[in-house]
């Protein structure tokens, strides 16, 4: 039979560096979960994805034990790092911050394609696209 679901918690956590510390500590600890048994099999489970932070969505049971997924990097997040920036533009319109090729893009799609509600990559461009522009980083084309 079946686990019966309490709740759905959603962190962004950076790989492989969980803590007991805000938020994971205190998002596990009002369900009563092991908080150092979820850090330990967090860093396990993502330690080769270190320097990324991760969405992970963690399924609390009733019987106070968890299961949780890992997804890939925000998008916001995989942009950053491929133009080695700090935050996306302030004025995204005004302001551009930096450009992107249309094979980078492309190349973000493919790994976020597991997250995105698409299976085609045209429109998993498409959506890479709009969040760039909105962090105010052009798209060459």
Avoid: C, W
């Avoid at 007991?20 to 979820?38: D, K, N, R, S």
């Avoid at 450009?99 to 959506?127: F, Y």
């Amino acid at each position: 039979m079946a686990k019966k679901i309490k709740t759905l918690i959603k962190l962004n956590i950076p790989a492989g560096e969980a803590t007991p510390a805000p938020p994971v500590g205190p998002a596990l600890g009002q369900h009563g979960l092991p908080i150092m048994e979820f850090v330990k099999a967090f860093n396990d489970k993502t330690q080769d994805k270190k320097g990324n932070i991760l969405p992970v969505v963690i399924t609390v049971y009733k019987d106070r034990t968890f299961s949780f997924i890992t997804k890939e990097p925000p998008v916001t997040e995989m942009i950053k790092k491929v133009l080695g920036l700090e935050k996306g533009s302030g004025t995204a319109l005004k302001e551009p911050v930096g450009s992107l090729t249309t094979a980078q893009v492309k190349t973000i799609a493919e790994a976020k394609m597991p997250d995105l509600n698409t299976k085609n990559v045209e429109a998993a461009i498409k959506i890479i696209k709009g969040t760039a522009k909105s962090m105010g980083v052009k798209v060459q084309n």
